[in-house]
C-alpha cells in the first residue's frame, strides 16, 4: 500500500456516458498528478495540481476534466470519450511539487482500468 | 523534449542471476530520476530515486545509478527471485520554470525463471 487509492479500479462506459474517477492521498501531500498508461506507449502525464491549484495540463482533450477540491482528493471527470481513451488511469501524490531532497518523490495509486465501448 | 529510452524491452533470466537494467535520457539537465517497478494491471512502487547530485543509490538487492553527462542509469539486482518479475520504469525529472515533469521510458518486462 502506497498511501493513494483509486475508485473505482475496473470502469466500462459508453461513449456519451458520464462518469469520474476518483484519488485520495493519505500522505499529507500537497501536489498530486493524473497520468493515462496505454498498451505499448510509456506514461504520458495529463494534469498537474500543486496545492490546489493546476500548474500543468498536457494538451489533454476537454473531454477529460480534473478537479482537485483539496490536497488529499483529485477527481478527474469523463465524458463523450472515444474508445481510444481506454487505458490504465494513475493518480500519483508528491509532498511538494518540487523542492529539496526526496520532497517530489512521486507515489502511485494502483490505477482505475478504463474501458470505452 | 525529453526521451526516455529502456534496453531491453524484455529479459528473461534464471533464479539467482544478477542482472542490469539499462536507462538512457536525452536531456542531462534532469532534477532527478526515478526507477519504479509495475505489476500486471497494477500501479507504480518506487523502487528508488537517484537526486541529480548524487551517482548511486541502493536498497536491499537494488543499486541504481547514475550518470548524468552520458544520460545514463542503470539498475542492478542481485541475486534475482522469482518474485522480481515485474516490469521496471525509470523515470527522468525535468524542473524549468516551477514546473516539474517525469518522463517515462516504456520500461523492461523481467521474468526471473525458478
Known amino acids: 500500500e502506497t498511501g493513494v487509492t483509486q475508485t473505482p479500479r475496473h470502469l466500462v462506459m459508453g461513449m456519451t456516458n458520464k462518469k469520474s474517477l476518483k484519488c485520495e492521498q493519505h500522505?499529507?501531500?500537497?501536489?498530486m498528478y493524473w497520468y493515462k498508461q496505454s498498451a505499448k506507449k510509456p506514461l504520458e502525464l495529463m494534469f498537474v495540481?500543486?496545492?490546489?491549484?493546476?500548474?500543468e495540463n498536457n494538451s489533454v482533450p476537454s473531454r477529460f476534466s480534473p478537479e482537485c477540491p483539496n490536497s488529499s482528493h483529485l477527481f478527474l471527470h469523463l465524458h463523450t470519450l472515444q474508445p481510444e481513451d481506454s487505458a490504465l488511469y494513475l493518480c500519483?501524490?508528491?509532498?511538494?511539487?518540487?523542492?529539496?531532497?526526496?520532497?517530489?518523490?512521486?507515489?502511485f495509486g494502483p490505477g482505475t482500468r478504463l474501458t470505452v465501448l | 523534449k525529453q526521451e526516455v529510452t529502456q534496453i531491453p524491452a524484455a529479459l528473461s533470466v534464471p533464479e539467482g542471476e544478477n542482472l542490469v537494467l539499462n536507462c538512457s535520457f536525452t536531456?542531462?539537465?534532469?532534477?532527478?530520476l526515478q526507477w519504479f517497478r509495475q505489476d500486471p494491471g497494477k500501479g507504480l512502487t518506487s523502487l528508488l530515486l537517484?537526486?541529480?547530485?548524487?551517482r548511486e543509490q541502493t536498497s536491499g538487492r537494488l543499486n541504481a545509478s547514475l550518470d548524468k553527462s552520458s544520460g545514463r542509469s542503470t539498475l542492478y539486482i542481485a541475486a534475482s527471485q522469482p518474485g522480481d518479475s515485474a516490469t521496471y520504469l525509470c523515470?527522468?525529472?525535468?524542473?524549468?520554470?516551477?514546473?516539474?515533469?517525469?518522463?517515462f521510458g516504456k520500461g523492461t518486462k523481467l521474468s526471473v525463471i525458478p
Open positions: 500519483a501524490s508528491s509532498p511538494v511539487l518540487a523542492g529539496g531532497p526526496r520532497y517530489n518523490e512521486q507515489f
Open positions: 495540481y500543486n496545492f490546489k491549484e493546476q500548474t
Open positions: 537517484i537526486q541529480s547530485s548524487q
Open positions: 500522505l499529507g501531500h500537497n501536489a
Open positions: 523515470a527522468a525529472a525535468l524542473l524549468e520554470a516551477g514546473s516539474y515533469q517525469l518522463t
Open positions: 536531456d542531462s539537465a534532469i532534477y532527478n
